[in-house]
């Protein structure tokens, strides 16, 4: 199977108030060494009841002693994939929100380690969005990874040179990529 193109977007889905009540009163932990991210991620998650950290202790702390419905975790700064470990230990969904560490390597070792989503901070006011696909993922146990590759794949294909990427590892996309909104795979 070929997993150049992007999944297919049938089956149904939550439209943009649906998912605003999806988020409305869950408890999200958010995680970032810079204070304007977090600001901005307060903003942008309004309808959330949101936790805030600034360093790893603080974070790892929180996530050891509450539950969550999610966490948005910064890589770099924070020790996220070290958050990661914990957030995966506690079921909690992890969403990696970085500016540094837009690499395949990261975002390869964030989906294997555990994470749900692997997000770029220039999408930063997309977050709403990101967290109530993982959400809704997670409510109808299907796979978030189709439906991330929907959202930025073409922005991962800029990024790191074309749609060749995939290739290295063509079996794991294959994998993640399975189209969780219908039964027609990817081509």
Known sequence: MKVMGTPCKKGLRMNADEKRSLLSGKKILIVDDEEDILDLLTELLDVCVL????????????????????????????????????????NIPAIMLTAHALTKEDLLRSIKEGASYYAPKDKINRIAEFI??????????????????????????????????REMEQE??????????SDDPPT
Not at 61 to 90: F, H, P, Q, R, T
């Open 132 to 165: 109530s696909d993982v959400l809704e993922a997670r409510k109808m146990q299907k796979n978030i990874w189709a439906r991330w590759f929907n959202s930025l794949g073409s922005y991962y294909d800029n990024r790191f040179g074309g749609a060749d990427w």
């Open 51 to 90: 936790e805030r950290a600034s360093s790893f202790e603080q974070a790892s702390a929180l996530l050891e002693n509450n539950m969550y419905d999610a966490a948005v975790l910064d890589i770099m700064g924070v020790d996220g994939y070290g958050l990661l470990k914990i957030a995966e230990s506690k």
């Open 172 to 181: 794991f996309w294959e994998e993640r990529l399975k189209d969780w909104d």
